[in-house]
T-cell receptor
């Protein structure tokens, strides 16, 4: 199966600063990499995704980069706001419709 | 805003009881997934369906868990008999038709506690 590792497990940033979360995957055949944000008591919410034919994708303050050679991908959040505080999960599609998820990063934005 | 709907949101019951969790996928989505989330194991895929047919349930304990899609608007996950180790949050997700690299959209889960 696919093994997805995510770092760091916790991240505390000052409001307005940037946050970066990194993930690595093991299966070179993986071709789809979504990122989810989970708030307390809610389900994971898709915030951005990237496919293996693209190296970078941006949506307002959120960007994702993918390095297929190194098998790692990263989430970048710029100008962080208190509402960005949540748990973030990376994932990789490795077989048919299966997603393997990272262990999650708890992001805290300090006002 | 289309959403995946899960019921009940919370369930507390005693071990040995049957538990049924329900999911209404987003209208038009033809892939449905069941996940379990625990602190120790994170998010684990239990089973998934495409066009109501089960494609993979290898993540599910077969002796006590069963998943079905009686129709395109309803997916169910049953546990019988339930055990304390089944306590977790169970999520349903759905995705659109097309290639497998399509986004999955999650419901808000059923928080299950087995006493």
């Amino acid at each position: 199966g696919e093994n997805v590792e995510q770092h760091p497990s916790t991240l505390s940033v000052q409001e307005g600063d940037s946050a970066v979360i990194k993930c690595t995957y093991s299966d070179s055949a993986s071709n789809y990499f979504p990122w989810y944000k989970q708030e307390l008591g809610k389900g994971p919410q898709l915030i951005i995704d990237i496919r293996s034919n693209v190296g970078e994708k941006k949506d307002q303050r959120i960007a994702v980069t993918l390095n297929k050679t190194a098998k790692h991908f990263s989430l970048h959040i710029t100008e962080t706001q208190p509402e960005d505080s949540a748990v973030y999960f990376c994932a990789a599609r490795w077989s048919d419709y299966k997603l393997s998820f990272g262990a999650g990063t708890t992001v805290t934005v300090r006002a | 805003d289309a959403r995946v709907t899960q019921t009940p949101r919370h369930k507390v019951t005693e071990m040995g009881q049957e538990v049924t969790m329900r999911c209404q996928p987003i209208l038009g989505h033809n892939t449905v997934f069941w996940y379990r989330q625990t602190m120790m194991q994170g998010l684990e895929l239990l089973a998934y369906f495409r066009n109501r047919a089960p494609l993979d349930d290898s993540g599910m304990p077969k002796d006590r868990f069963s998943a079905e899609m009686p129709d395109a608007t309803l997916a169910t996950l049953k546990i019988q008999p339930s055990e304390p180790r089944d306590s977790a949050v169970y999520f349903c997700a759905s995705g659109p038709s097309g290639p497998s690299n399509q986004p999955q959209h999650f419901g808000d889960g059923t928080r299950l506690s087995i006493l």
